[in-house]
């Protein structure tokens, strides 16, 4: 079952510790870090909650891209993933541009080969859980 770590404006994170798996929604335009204060401490937070192996699946859906210094905070929360454990992630996309920016925070991050891009939520969902899709 999903539980909320956080939700505002920008960002909803959910974790489900049964699944071992982490959820992100990204929303709106990111344009100033000063409007995201607390999303690292709330990356760390759902972190916190799960064990090394843990998917992740991001729903980039209702995301523009990021200005800069936005960028470098995916980048950076990509990052605390990795050192975490990730296992796989699936990006859920709609928008080539979005695809791009997102692609960028997954390979400097360093989990890009860890991941795959869906335009379904339901087969990255499924991806996850170990279904063929």
């Not at 991001?58 to 523009?64: L, P, Q, R, Y």
């Not at 709609?94 to 360093?110: D, P």
Request: charged share 35%; aromatic share 10%; proline share 4%.
């Amino acid at each position: 079952m999903k539980e909320e770590i956080a939700k505002n404006d920008y960002y909803e994170m959910y974790v489900d510790e049964n699944k071992n798996r982490y959820y992100s929604k990204l929303k709106g335009f990111w344009q100033k870090a000063s409007e995201v204060p607390n999303y690292i401490d709330d990356n760390k937070k759902a972190l916190d909650r799960l064990s090394p192996g843990f998917t992740l699946l991001v729903d980039n859906i209702d995301v523009k891209p990021p200005a800069q210094e936005c960028m470098d905070l995916h980048v950076k929360a990509v990052e605390m993933c990795n050192k975490a454990g990730i296992g796989e992630t699936a990006l859920i996309v709609n928008q080539m541009i979005v695809k791009f920016a997102g692609g960028r925070a997954l390979r400097e991050g360093g989990i890009e080969e860890k991941s795959r891009q869906f335009n379904d939520p339901k087969e990255a969902e499924d991806w996850l859980d170990g279904k063929n899709v």
